[in-house]
């Protein structure tokens, strides 16, 4: 049997780390076993679920490249399927019109809270419920009064849950629109869906799921309920721990293919195995690998992948994210400055995020306001005039503008001069970079090109004229 699975975020806020970690999973679950993946939008609730989160859910998955073969599929757009599912469930007596008032629920939880019972619904109009004119009834499932649903979960185990623990939940409300646990049974029923990955925040709802699929003659899909994400201090994982929209990872400079990587070891390990190809992910992911413990989100070791995808990823695939992020700075890279995929190059030693890269690199394109105090203070010193002066008439005279021949007019000048390299060096770097650090000195002379070396030597030696 071909396995189907699904991703069905509520849009109501943007696909945050836990989200992206369950699409993530069920996606390798579906790749994993030539399956399908399906993207559903489960935007019933109308008064918090936006457009705005809806695109930041499709940009999120998209910037992942978690590609769905279904979808986006809308739940808004099922509602006759609902209510003919709710209908044929009162005809057939598995569910039914209830009347009981919201100050009757609420006085008869009060009771059971004082009486230090579960909250649940007495079932008062399951059996010829009294009709009350005016009033508009939900409707409510009849759960089996007697047995044992028994759950066998891919990654908790099998869990039994007795239907005397289950209330008659309510399927539809007053305004006649259909609840969260409806939608979902009639959905992945519909869908055809074999595994249901999702977060262990649904493993209560799951037997009542399961009793309303059997009252459906449908078949049962299995179930894997994903481990929380907890803080680095082993509170949930929030907005305070960093826990923001994916495409904040984008803006802050990470790599999909990072974020990826981090994220499939939130809960899966593969031996010590840290780093992964999206391809060695979908080979060796197995949903009985996954922990049942929760997991903790690191910034640090996030971090970490990154810098080793900047590193090793290849310089074009860095370069295109980069150039993003030049863009955000108004660079334009297509018209001005050198190739971006010898700025990576040059700079990905250097840089744990495309942000650090980015604006490390600004003076390849554009010139900078002023100086770094420091590096200024310390390398624009008497004298450092003159030594600029000595390599700007050598620059000059440089028929072919290469790294190796600046290179070997830098030493020659300290040679000559008869100074350390550094004192030659380092007010080169801050005359042309604005700072006191860059690439090896003739990276960056043969990056910057002749032009804006030779104008920034100028520009150097008559600062300090003016000090
Ligand atoms: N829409 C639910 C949520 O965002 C998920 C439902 C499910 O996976 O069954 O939490």
Redesign the pocket.
């Known amino acids: 049997m071909s396995i189907k699975t699904r991703f069905?975020?509520?849009p109501t806020g943007y696909l945050h780390v836990g989200g992206a970690r369950t699409a993530l999973f069920s996606w390798l679950h579906a790749k994993k076993n030539n399956g399908q993946f399906v993207l559903r939008i489960?935007d019933t609730d109308l008064e918090r679920s936006t457009q705005e989160s809806v695109d930041a859910i499709l940009e999120g998955m998209e910037w992942l490249g978690l590609d769905y073969d279904e979808g986006p599929i809308y739940q808004t757009h099922r509602f006759e399927r609902y209510k003919e599912i709710i209908q044929q469930l009162l005809d057939q007596g598995d569910a039914y019109y209830c009347y009981c008032s919201k100050e009757e629920l609420e006085s008869l939880r009060e009771q059971q809270m004082a009486n230090k019972e579960k909250p649940r619904y007495n079932g008062k109009c399951r059996h010829n419920a009294e009709v009350k004119e005016g009033v508009s009834p939900v409707v409510r499932f009849r759960n089996p009064e007697e047995g044992v649903v028994i759950l066998s979960d891919l990654v908790k185990g099998e869990i039994n849950i007795a239907n005397k623990e289950l209330d008659d939940l309510i399927i539809a409300r007053s305004d006649e629109t259909p609840t969260y646990n409806l939608t979902?049974v009639v959905d992945d029923m519909d869908m055809g869906i074999t595994d249901?990955v999702?977060g262990d925040d649904?493993v209560n709802n799951t037997p009542r799921q399961i009793n309303i699929l059997k009252a459906l003659g449908a078949e049962l899909p299995r179930y894997a309920h994903l481990p929380m994400i907890l803080g680095d201090d082993g509170a949930r994982l929030s907005k305070r721990h960093g826990a923001v929209g994916v495409m904040q990872y984008r803006d802050d400079g990470y790599l999909p293919e990072a974020l990826l990587n981090y994220l499939v070891r939130l809960g899966w390990s593969h031996g010590d195995q840290e780093l992964f190809t999206r391809e060695e992910m979908i080979q060796l992911f197995d949903l009985s690998d996954v922990n049942v413990a929760a997991s903790a989100f690191n910034t640090e070791k996030l971090l970490w992948i990154n810098h080793q995808y900047i590193m090793n990823s290849e310089p074009e695939l860095v370069a295109k994210h980069l150039s993003w992020h030049m863009l955000q700075r108004d660079i334009d890279v297509e018209t001005e400055g050198p190739s971006l995929v010898d700025i990576v190059k040059a700079q990905r030693e250097r840089s744990k995020t495309l942000v650090d890269m980015a604006e490390a690199s600004l003076y390849f394109y554009k010139d900078f306001d002023e100086y770094d105090a420091k590096a200024a203070k310390k390398n624009f010193k008497a004298g450092a005039d003159d030594v600029l002066a000595g390599l700007l008439a050598e620059f000059s005279k440089v028929a072919e503008w290469d790294g190796t021949v600046l290179h070997e007019i830098v030493l020659m000048t300290a040679e000559k001069l008869e100074l350390k390299l550094g004192k030659v060096a380092q007010p080169l770097r801050v005359a042309v970079c604005g700072a006191g650090m860059s690439p090896s000195i003739d990276v960056t002379l043969e990056l910057l090109g002749r032009e804006k070396t030779l104008a920034r030597i100028q520009r150097a030696i008559d600062y300090m004229k003016l000090q």
């Open positions: 069905a975020p509520s489960e979902v249901v999702r649904h």
